[in-house]
């Protein structure tokens, strides 16, 4: 049985039925935690008060894709806690409780 795509409310899916899972929320708040650290790692990189002399397109290149796996390992390991509040708010919304830290069971 397929179901229905569901429709488009101004270009935003009104589908909820992936918050149905704790699992799919918190898989949701680690990537957006990711995503928060990588923006704020980039921010920070752009304050740069000058260009180093073996700057080069490569160089930034590959500092970009090293930022990108520091945000997500600082996401998995040692999170900001923004991603937590909006699985925590998401779940506040889809009347779910979150899955307390540590447990196997949603």
Same mark, same amino acid.
């Given at each position: 049985?397929s179901t229905?795509?569901?429709p488009i409310? %101004?270009?935003v899916?009104?589908?909820?039925s992936?918050?149905?899972?704790?699992d799919?929320l918190?898989a949701?708040?680690?990537?957006?935690e990711?995503i928060?650290? %990588?923006m704020?790692?980039?921010?920070?990189?752009?304050?740069k008060?000058?260009?180093?002399?073996?700057?080069?397109k490569a160089?930034?290149?590959?500092?970009?894709?090293?930022d990108?796996q520091?945000?997500?390992?600082?996401?998995?390991h040692a999170?900001i806690g923004?991603?937590?509040?909006?699985?925590?708010?998401l779940a506040r919304?889809?009347?779910?409780?979150?899955?307390?830290? %540590?447990?196997?069971t949603?």
């Open positions: 049985m229905p795509i569901a409310a %101004g270009g899916s009104i589908d909820t992936r918050l149905a899972s704790s799919n918190e949701a708040g680690k990537r957006f990711a928060f650290t %990588g704020m790692l980039k921010s920070m990189r752009s304050a008060l000058g260009d180093g002399l073996f700057d080069s160089s930034e290149q590959f500092r970009d894709m090293q990108q520091l945000a997500q390992a600082m996401a998995a999170p923004i991603g937590k509040a909006m699985t925590e708010f919304n889809a009347s779910l409780a979150p899955r307390a830290e %540590g447990s196997d949603p």
